[in-house]
């Protein structure tokens, strides 16, 4: 925070005002590429199921943006936290993006109703989330197109 209140010629009082705490302006931050990032894949996949192929988009996006992997790199615990955790706002508004990306899906009977729209929105993202984080977690490399398989058997 201190570098970036430097960078814009504030102090760091005034930096906090501004944006709040560091937790804050990188959800923010994030945030916002994602949802950037979804009205991208959105325009890219017209026609079809467009949740699964708009997930792998995303996971495969995250896992070569070079900013995100040294976030995951240099602060696996603080990022983790603040990415995953149901405490979190990015985890809400992930969360209802997926869940209305389904819903979408659903109307034009392109994905089946045997699992409540709540949880099949909570395992997507969740299986996104375990694709993205999976160096973290397992310590193996992430991997778009594993995702991707279970993804589209999941949201068929």
């Known amino acids: 925070m201190q570098g970036l209140a430097d960078e814009l ?20 931050v994030l945030w916002s590429a994602t949802q950037k990032s979804f009205a991208a894949y959105r325009a890219t996949v017209a026609a079809g199921p ?3 192929a ?7 996006d995250v896992n070569n943006h070079a900013g995100m992997q040294k976030l995951l790199r240099d602060e696996p615990g603080f990022a983790l936290n603040l990415l995953t955790s149901m405490s979190g706002e990015y985890q809400h ?6 869940r209305d990306l389904i819903a979408e899906d659903r109307a034009a009977e392109l994905v089946s109703h045997e699992v409540p729209l709540d949880d099949l929105a909570y395992t997507a993202v969740r299986i996104t989330e375990a694709y993205i984080h999976t160096r973290v977690i397992t310590g193996e490399e992430p991997d778009a197109a594993r995702a ?9």
């Open 9 to 28: 010629g504030v102090n760091r009082v005034t930096l906090y005002r501004w944006v709040g705490s560091r937790e804050q302006l990188i959800t923010e």
């Open 50 to 52: 467009r949740a699964a």
């Open 54 to 60: 708009a997930l792998t988009m995303f996971v495969r």
């Open 93 to 98: 508004c992930y969360l209802g993006l997926v």
């Open 148 to 156: 991707e398989a279970v993804l589209r058997a999941l949201l068929r």
